[in-house]
């Protein structure tokens, strides 16, 4: 048996701030309280001016994510290194059903990925882009047995992977009566879709023509129908990255009506707005490539709503949709990567890397800045994340019987972010140059020491798969 002993730290969790010792014991954490003693082998680490956090839970994430002809930037292993690095311990990662593979195969060869590499605990959702009696019938498998109890599908990207309402439906059907829940990509694809022609018909290919062509009213066309679907199903709905005032609207009121509909943000879209894109200026300038995400930055008017939701819980949590492309093609030998859009902005590959900074820029630009407090903090990045997925309380808080997921954090050090000192394969960061104020100093996975210091001091590839029980039930 290994044990050790963290001292003196300030513990935070969602509902708790106090100065206590932790004692862990192998993997878990054994007991809390003031003056613990240590064994003679024992481990001691002093966190004395630090706070302790559980473990942050990142549920939206993109690791070795194949979309058209473009792969992720961070496999398994690059990018929980990198998570873990930003105080990051679980992730949810996504398994893709295609024509070519049933949901259980697709949960299998997601696994084959994860296995030995990841450096942080998994779990996954699984996409689901077609639906069919066999198809819905591995979903409830997948919920029952496989620990895997939530799916991701598409109002987007028609051709594809979109879904239409009646697959939906019955995913949303089917899933509700069994635990599960349907997480949603909630734009309208078809009229997106006509608007990208359009565009590309009147000789606009550069990037920022990705943001005019997806507007915000499409968010929220497509949020109030996905709870109406949902409303209809009997089940409850989970919207990710949700970044538009309109889409936000249906969610505030139907959570009001006692609608089990739930929803995330990601930091772009707390620290970034669409005036950076105007930034890029000259029509065929290619910088704006980095802003290519969907849904596309919004106005600053929505950023504000986006944070005040967060505060009175109309949004529980924040994830940080990592799905990284590099802005060189050829980095790392990465391939089709942002340049592959350089003349057709709709060829862009999609998403923006975050994982590492999440709980960092959080940290500054939330608790610091005023915007939320310290334990509302702890909530939005570790606590409510792990009870909406059905990982609590394994994960997601500081208690006797939990996991010993703990980051030691020094809330006074500050530091400058440069993807030049991060650990993703990723060549950008959005918040290059971003100057906070709270550093991840030590992270603990299930009691081993995986950072100290800017060090990598862990085992590799001993993160571990974690079956999910049911979701969508935090209500
Ligand atoms: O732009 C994004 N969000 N890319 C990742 C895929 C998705 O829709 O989550
Ligand atoms: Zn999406
Ligand atoms: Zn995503």
């Given at each position: 048996m290994t044990t050790t002993l963290i001292r003196g730290g300030r513990i935070v969790t969602a509902v708790d701030d106090y100065i206590a010792d932790v004692f862990i014991e192998d993997e878990q954490i054994v007991s809390i309280g003031l003056n613990l003693p240590a064994g003679p082998d024992t481990q001691v680490i002093d966190a004395a001016g630090m706070m302790l956090f559980p473990g942050g839970v990142d549920c939206h994430t993109h690791m070795e994510n194949t979309f058209g002809p473009s792969v992720t930037a961070d496999n398994f292993h690059t990018g929980t290194r990198s998570a873990a690095f930003g105080g990051t311990t679980t992730i949810i990662d996504f398994a893709l059903q295609n024509h070519n593979t049933s949901p259980l195969q697709a949960i299998e060869r997601a696994q084959s990925k994860a296995?030995?590499?990841?450096?942080i605990d998994y779990g996954f959702h699984v996409i689901i882009t077609e639906v069919d009696k066999r198809v819905l019938e591995d979903m409830r498998y997948a919920i029952r047995h496989e620990g895997v109890s939530s799916f991701k599908m598409f109002m987007a990207y028609p051709g594809t992977v979109m879904s239409d309402d009646a697959a939906i439906f019955q995913a949303m059907r089917m899933v509700g009566q069994h635990g599960g829940m349907v997480a949603l990509h909630a734009e309208n694809g078809t009229i997106v879709e006509l608007l990208i022609q359009e565009a590309l018909a009147q000789g606009h290919t550069s990037p920022r023509y990705h943001a005019l062509t997806r507007p915000a009213i499409l968010e929220g066309e497509a949020t109030h129908r996905g709870i109406k679907l949902a409303e209809l199903a009997e089940a409850p709905v989970y919207f990710v990255h949700l970044s538009a005032k309109e889409a936000l609207k249906h969610v505030v009121e139907a959570r009001d009506l006692g609608i089990p509909v739930f929803a995330e943000t990601c930091p772009h879209y707390l620290f970034f707005d669409e005036s950076a894109y105007a930034a890029t200026d000259e029509e065929d300038s290619f910088d704006a490539a980095r802003l290519v995400m969907s849904p596309p930055l919004r106005s600053k008017e929505a950023q504000n709503a986006l944070w005040t939701a967060l505060k009175t819980d109309d949004l529980q949590l924040i994830s940080t949709d990592h799905c990284p492309y590099c802005l060189?093609?050829?980095?790392?030998?990465?391939?089709?990567?942002?340049?592959?859009?350089?003349?057709?902005?709709?060829?862009?590959p999609n998403g923006v890397p975050g994982v590492e900074t999440r709980m960092t820029v959080v940290y500054d630009g939330g608790v610091r800045s005023g915007r939320i407090s310290l334990n509302r903090y702890v909530e939005l990045m570790s606590t409510a994340p792990a009870k909406l997925f059905g990982l609590f309380p394994k994960k997601g808080t500081i208690a006797v019987g939990s996991d010993a997921d703990i980051v030691i954090f020094d809330p006074n050090e500050q530091h400058t972010i440069s993807a030049a000192t991060q650990h993703s394969d990723c060549d950008f960061t959005l918040f290059e140059g971003h100057r906070v104020q709270g550093k991840v100093k030590k992270v603990l996975l299930r009691g081993q020491l995986l950072v100290s210091d800017d060090q990598w001091v862990g085992k590799t590839g001993q993160g571990r798969f974690v079956a999910r029980g049911e979701v969508g039930k935090c209500w």
């Open positions: 296995d030995c590499t990841a450096n060189k093609e050829g980095h790392q030998g990465k391939i089709n990567q942002k340049p592959f859009g350089k003349d057709d902005f709709s060829k862009i």
